[in-house]
């Protein structure tokens, strides 16, 4: 890619192939920015669902804390997993696996401060768990993955068949009201700028056409019918209100929009063998 241009940002297809090229390697570069700017609010060891601030501590969405102590859980799109030392600590063994290379390495930065961090890391694609069947009771990811792959419902059929039976995922996605809205923090965000039922995914390409970044869209009737069609039963649908004590703006959410439309949408699923 020429440095000296800037990506174009596009509505286009993009195939599974295409995204995981290009979501790695945009994470691989843009990783070190990522943890400087929102490290502070995601903590070395904190599980948080969303920009809203929503805590596991107090959510208890994969569980009561107290019985997590023990459980093997997969950490989805992890990051630098912050989610999973905060899942260590309450005495379960993690396993955080992401795509990015560069990510893992911010992960291994924050262990060499966390004594006894025992978090395992795995650099693996989503949509090919390098795992057994049946090899872990929990499943978690906050906006790790699933916003970022054209076939989302591989991705929910291999969490399943990684879980024992009647395991439990939860993850997050970007609320897919927010397609409809322009990404942006202030009053210009709160106006309907496509339509909501356009599926085609976001894309930011180089000047020869080859993406360096994809999102993918799915309404909130899509995300149910894919959680089923991977074999989970729908437990819980979670539209996190913004609290008053968050005052930040993380890309398009802000104190503003998040009092008026939901930004984050967390889908607890069971698995149904």
Not at 89 to 96: C, E, I, K, R, T
Not at 144 to 150: D, H, K
Not at 236 to 260: A, C
């Amino acid at each position: 890619m020429n440095q000296d241009h800037e990506p174009e940002a596009t509505r286009r297809d993009a195939s599974d192939t295409e995204s995981s090229r290009a979501n790695r390697g945009w994470w691989d570069r843009n990783a070190d920015e990522y943890q400087t700017e929102h490290g502070a609010f995601l903590g070395d060891d904190r599980f948080v669902w969303g920009p809203e601030g929503l805590d596991e501590a107090d959510a208890a969405l994969l569980g009561p804390v107290t019985e997590l102590k023990g459980r093997r859980i997969l950490e989805i799109g992890a990051g630098a997993a912050q989610c999973s030392r905060w899942l260590a600590a309450q005495g379960a063994l993690p396993v955080a696996l992401d795509l990015s290379h560069r990510q893992l390495q911010h992960a291994l930065r924050i262990a060499d401060g966390t004594p006894g961090d025992a978090t395992e890391l795995v650099e693996a694609d989503a949509g090919a768990l390098p795992f057994r069947d049946g090899s872990f009771d929990l499943a978690c990811s906050a906006y790790g993955a699933l916003p970022f792959v054209a076939d989302p419902v591989r991705v929910l059929r291999e969490v399943r068949r990684v879980l024992r039976p009647g395991g439990r995922f939860v993850f997050s996605v970007t609320h897919p009201i927010r397609w409809a809205f322009a990404d942006e923090p202030g009053p210009e965000g709160l106006s309907v700028a496509a339509s909501y039922f356009d599926r085609t995914p976001y894309v930011e390409q180089d000047d020869t056409g080859r993406a360096v970044y994809v999102e993918h869209h799915r309404t909130l009737g899509d995300r149910v019918r894919d959680v089923v069609a991977a074999g989970f039963r729908l437990v819980d649908l979670v539209e996190p209100e913004w609290p008053d004590w968050n005052t930040q703006e993380w890309g398009g959410w802000s104190p503003l929009r998040g009092h008026l439309i939901p930004g984050t949408a967390i889908f607890v699923c069971q698995s149904e063998h």
